[in-house]
């Protein structure tokens, strides 16, 4: 929940990316470009381990397209 004036409302979705990347790097100080992408990429393939049938496919195809 995100606290404004005297109310509270739900997170945005980019809101709580932002918050599950910072925690995935673990600091709050700057970072490198490299350290944005191997947390994103990392909470991906976890996501995806945890939400798909065949997550090793899903995986290798997101990749493929990535690169693309």
Not at 6 to 24: G, K, M, Y
Request: hydrophobic letters at 45%; glycine letters at 2%; one cysteine or more.
């Amino acid at each position: 929940m995100c606290k404004t004036g005297d109310t509270l409302r739900p997170l945005t979705s980019l809101q709580l990316l932002d918050a599950a990347i910072w925690r995935e790097i673990g600091s709050e100080e700057p970072q490198a470009p490299e350290a944005f992408n191997e947390a994103l990429a990392r909470l991906l393939a976890r996501w995806m381990l945890t939400r798909s049938e065949s997550p090793a496919m899903e995986t290798v195809a997101t990749l493929c397209k990535t690169r693309a």
